[in-house]
C-alpha cells in the first residue's frame, strides 16, 4: 500500500491552497464536507490516510486525524506536519498484520485477541509469519532452514521445542490450543 492521501474535512479554504500547489506533495488530497463520506473510507480506496480537520469527528477515526487549531505561519510547516503524520500511519499499518482472528504487533512484538495480548520472542514472530506464508503445512527441515538459518542435515528438536513452547504460551494467554497445529507433513497455522 503505497498510497497515501490527506483529506481535508470542512476546511474549504486550507483544500483550496492545498489544491493549487498540490503537485509538489507525496500524497494525494481530497476534500470532504459530509460526516457520512468520512464515515466510508477505506484504505482500499484511500491508502494511507490522514483527516484533517478543525471540527470534532467521530473517536474511530480520530487516530487518522490531525486537528487544526491555529493557523501556521507558512504552509510548507503544515504539509511537513502532514508527512510526518502521514509517515507515523504507514509505520504503524505496515507493522499489524491479521493472522486469523489474531492481530501480530511487529513492532511492539505482540499477539492479541479479544483484548488480550502476549508478548513473544523475535523467533516466535519469525516462526509464526514464516508458517502464515503458506497454507500448506511446513516441514521441520523447512523450518529449520528458512527461520534458523539451519541446514537440513542438522540433527536438532529445535524446532520442536520452540513450536511447544509457543502453542503452551498461546493457549495460556487465549485459550486457544490449536493456533498451530501439527500434521503429517510438519506444523501449519489453523
Do not use: C
Not at 484533517?52 to 486537528?67: A, E
Not at 504503524?92 to 488480550?116: A, C, M, P, Y
Amino acid at each position: 500500500m503505497n498510497k497515501q492521501s490527506l483529506i481535508i474535512f470542512n476546511i474549504p479554504v486550507l483544500f483550496k491552497i492545498l489544491n493549487e500547489i498540490k503537485v509538489s506533495f507525496n500524497f494525494e488530497l481530497f476534500e470532504f464536507r459530509n460526516l457520512n463520506d468520512l464515515e466510508n473510507l477505506t484504505e482500499l480506496k484511500y491508502g494511507n490516510y490522514l483527516i484533517v480537520t478543525n471540527t470534532k469527528i467521530p473517536d474511530h477515526l480520530s487516530l487518522r486525524s490531525i486537528y487544526l487549531t491555529e493557523s501556521p505561519s507558512k504552509i510548507k510547516d503544515i504539509v511537513e506536519k502532514f508527512n510526518i503524520h502521514l509517515l507515523k500511519n504507514k509505520f504503524v499499518n505496515q507493522s499489524e498484520i491479521k493472522i486469523n482472528k489474531f492481530q501480530l504487533d511487529l513492532n511492539s512484538r505482540k499477539i492479541s485477541f479479544n483484548n488480550k495480548s502476549l508478548k513473544l520472542t523475535e523467533r516466535e514472530i519469525d516462526i509464526i509469519l514464516y508458517l502464515n506464508k503458506s497454507s500448506n503445512s511446513q516441514t521441520i527441515e523447512n523450518l529449520q532452514k528458512e527461520v534458523w538459518g539451519h541446514g537440513v542435515t542438522l540433527e536438532t528438536h529445535t524446532v520442536e521445542t520452540h513450536i511447544y513452547r509457543l502453542r503452551k504460551k498461546i493457549n495460556e494467554a487465549f485459550n486457544n490450543n490449536e493456533f498451530i497445529i501439527s500434521t503429517e507433513d510438519g506444523y501449519k497455522l489453523s
